[in-house]
């Protein structure tokens, strides 16, 4: 949302593989810069490898997106980079599927502590560079239709994902004065490295859901650069779900 012409320069967290990946390689193909992060270095130097070729430029930062020392080098990295920072995008999260009455206290740490933690610090680590740019900016949070309807042994993990959706729409409160939008998408199912491991996930998703087959990652990937655009600087706290029309209807996957 910089006023100038300068490209947009965006950080992605958990953007090794899947969704995260393909919405940098989106952003790059439109010209944003793009500071890509994943908790694993290795997927982190690959991921930036592959995507060089693209209209914008693309850096790596390597490191835990829920650690409040890693995503302050995220935002330096950006600002020291490309000089400025546009958007945020909070994609890195976690899921620790579970049994409610099974279910352990270190595993709630654990998912606590990535899907709301790291991303509310993410958020609150961006608008103060915006407001010291004085430039606006967009944050985006990345939520679930598991926020939004019941998912059996899901019942931690969609707790996290509807506090996300409250979180942008509190922050419209707090950060539209100056200027920052802060939105979020609720993915439904969605074909990445990790669903297609489970098996007969796409025959599964396709046959409960309207449009008849899970998302594709560009299809997050759209949403998301819409979302961060100067086309959405008009819309804030509001959270876009991307599900084929599943959470309209909720039929369960027949293991569920």
Same mark, same amino acid.
């Given at each position: ?8 320069? $965006? ?11 393909? $919405?940098?390689?989106?952003?790059? +193909? ?10 694993? +270095?290795?997927?982190?130097? *690959?991921?930036?490898? /592959?995507? *060089? ?11 835990? %997106?829920?650690? &409040? ?8 990295? %950006? ?31 654990? $998912? ?26 967009? $944050?985006?949070? &990345? ?7 019941? @998912? ?6 969609? &707790?996290?994902?509807?506090?996300? +959706? ?7 409160? +707090? ?21 297609? *491991? ?22 997050? %990937? ?11 600087? @008009? ?14 209807? /909720? ?6």
């Amino acid at each position: 949302m910089l006023t100038n012409k300068k490209p947009p320069v $965006i950080i992605v967290t958990g953007a090794g593989i899947g969704i995260g990946y393909e $919405i940098c390689r989106t952003l790059l +193909e439109e010209g944003y810069h793009v500071v890509l992060n994943d908790i694993s +270095e290795d997927l982190t130097e *690959q991921a930036v490898f /592959s995507l *060089q070729d693209k209209k914008g430029q693309c850096v790596g930062q390597a490191g835990d %997106a829920s650690d &409040m020392q890693a995503i302050q080098r995220l935002v330096t990295k %950006a600002v020291t980079t490309f000089g400025y920072l546009s958007a945020v995008i909070a994609n890195a999260g976690i899921t620790v599927y579970g049994d409610f009455l099974q279910y352990k206290r270190e595993d709630l740490q654990q $998912i606590l502590q990535t899907n709301i933690i790291g991303s509310f610090f993410l958020a609150q680590a961006a608008a103060k560079q915006f407001i010291d740019q004085q430039s606006g900016g967009s $944050i985006l949070l &990345m939520s679930s239709v598991t926020g939004h309807q019941a @998912h059996r042994n899901l019942v931690a993990y969609g &707790m996290t994902k509807a506090a996300l +959706e409250m979180l942008a729409k509190g922050l419209v409160i +707090e950060l539209s004065p100056y200027a920052i939008t802060v939105n979020a998408i609720a993915p439904g199912a969605t074909l990445t490295e990790r669903t297609t *491991q489970f098996p007969d996930y796409e025959k599964i998703w396709s046959g409960i859901t309207p449009l008849g087959r899970p998302a594709y990652t560009a299809d997050i %990937a759209a949403a998301a650069k819409f979302l961060i655009s100067k086309e959405a600087k @008009h819309i804030t706290g509001q959270t876009l779900v991307i599900d084929g029309g599943w959470t309209a209807v /909720s039929p369960s996957p027949p293991s569920s």
